[in-house]
Structures are given as structure tokens and as C-alpha cells.
């Protein structure tokens, strides 16, 4: 069956508008939103885990980006677009888009083998060393104040008692410092609290840059280092970091400041 000439520029028309309109979600006083706008925020919805993608969840968006693009127009109606102080937030947010965009395809580009993870791994065991000890300590502001507390310790005083007067936050819990490994503790600490064997208290007050020592060592025991897959993660995004850091050192390097 032939279309009458104004009944087939209609259907044609319709033809041709068709996949225009299909392309918007909706319009906002003239002004169109995009369905892949609506497609793009739906993916980032899904992506964090918050919801499945669902027709429900797509009109929930739709409905947000209309209520956006609603408040968008009243805001630049009003001006605000063109204050100062929302120009310059506009530019800092654009910066820090682009700036992340390139970070985040640079580490897609230079990722973190297993090997380095290995190799950081085996470092940092190495740094902390075989042995982890639970100590005591008692922190004076002089040398005759810690040479008192030996004295009175030599004559039955109790640890936790005289800890009290210790000039840091252990004074609560019988300067008990828990458990902890030389690396931790400032070097001149460290020397003294392996030196002593587990019950024994330094007979000599120690000397740091906080003040004066005395100090017990509880106890000690091999050092307890959670399996390389317990802490992969964390010891693969601390070196990700690293590589971000290295790579802007390098593009100030090169950069022309004046």
C-alpha cells in the first residue's frame, strides 16, 4: 500500500527522530540528559558494590540527574556559577580529575610485581629482626630521679607503683609498653632492653632524648610476622604510592620553576 506524500515525510521524520530521542533520558526546561549519562553513573552505582544494576535503580538516577540538572539551571539563573570562590572549587575539582586520571592509567601501566612485594616483604622482616620483647619502663625527667626509683626497686619497691610517676602515657598502666621490636625504639632504649634478660631491670638509669629510663624486660619471644598473604595488599599499595611519589619527583625535576 502506497503513504500519501504528507503521510510519508511523517513516518520518515519519525524514523529519523526516533534514535535522537532514544539517545536522552529526559529534558530539563529545554536542556537535554543524556541516557548515557544515566548509563555512566548506573556503572559507577554497580561498580561499588551498593546495588545491582535494575530498571529500579536506573529511574532512581534519572530522577537524581533531573533534580541535578533542575538545581543547576535555578544556580547559574541566580549567578552562582560565576562567583569567585565556586570558579575557583570548579578548577581545583578539574585539576584534581585530570591529575588522578593520569595517575590511575600510570599505575595500570607500571603495576607492582610480585616480586617487589616479595623483596619489600623480606626487607621490612629483616628490619624488624628474630626477636620482639614486652618491657616496663619508668620515665623521669632526671638521673637522680631514675637512680631513686633503682634504689627503691633494689628494696622491694613494686614496678607498677613506681611507674606512676613516669613522665609519658605508660604512668596509667604500670608503664607497661607492650610489645616491640628494637627498630621501634630509639637506639640507646633498645641497647639496654636486650641486654637484660626476661625479669631483669637496667641497675643503671638509661639516658635517651626524652629523659631518663628504667627500665624491665617482661619477657621476649620470636617475632610474630603475619604471613606474606595476610598483608600483600597493603604492602602492594605502599608501594603503588611510592611509584606515584617517585614518578612526581620526576616531573619536577624536569619541570622549569622560577
Excluded: C
Amino acid at each position: 500500500m502506497m503513504l500519501k506524500p504528507a503521510r510519508l515525510m511523517l513516518a520518515l521524520i519519525a524514523v529519523v527522530a526516533a534514535p535522537a530521542f532514544a539517545q536522552n533520558a529526559a529534558t530539563v526546561n529545554g536542556k537535554a540528559i543524556p541516557a548515557a549519562k544515566v548509563d555512566q553513573m548506573v556503572k559507577q552505582v554497580v561498580a561499588q558494590g551498593q546495588q545491582p544494576d535494575s530498571p529500579q535503580l536506573r529511574e532512581m538516577v534519572k530522577k537524581e540527574l533531573i533534580s541535578r540538572e533542575v538545581m543547576l539551571q535555578e544556580a547559574d539563573k541566580q549567578g552562582y556559577g560565576k562567583k569567585p570562590e565556586v570558579t575557583a572549587a570548579i578548577d581545583n575539582a578539574r585539576q584534581s580529575i585530570i591529575i588522578n586520571a593520569m595517575l590511575a592509567d600510570y599505575v595500570k601501566k607500571n603495576p607492582v610485581k610480585d616480586a617487589e612485594i616479595q623483596a619489600e616483604y623480606d626487607k621490612y622482616k629483616a628490619a624488624v629482626g628474630p626477636t620482639e620483647y614486652h618491657s616496663r619502663h619508668i620515665l623521669v625527667a632526671t638521673e637522680q630521679e631514675a637512680k631513686d626509683i633503682i634504689a627503691k626497686l633494689k628494696a622491694g619497691g613494686k614496678f607498677e607503683e613506681l611507674a606512676k610517676v613516669s613522665k609519658d602515657g605508660s604512668a596509667n598502666n604500670g608503664g607497661d609498653l607492650g610489645w616491640m621490636t628494637p627498630g621501634k625504639l630509639v637506639k640507646p632504649f633498645a641497647d639496654a632492653m636486650v641486654a637484660l634478660k626476661n625479669g631483669e631491670i637496667t641497675q643503671t638509669p638509661v639516658k635517651t632524648e626524652f629523659g631518663y629510663h628504667v627500665i624491665k624486660l617482661e619477657e621476649s619471644r620470636p617475632t610474630q610476622m603475619p604471613p606474606l598473604a595476610e598483608v600483600k595488599g597493603q604492602v602492594a599499595e605502599a608501594l603503588q604510592q611510592r611509584k606515584i611519589a617517585a614518578y612526581r619527583e620526576e616531573l619536577l625535576k624536569k619541570a622549569k620553576i622560577q
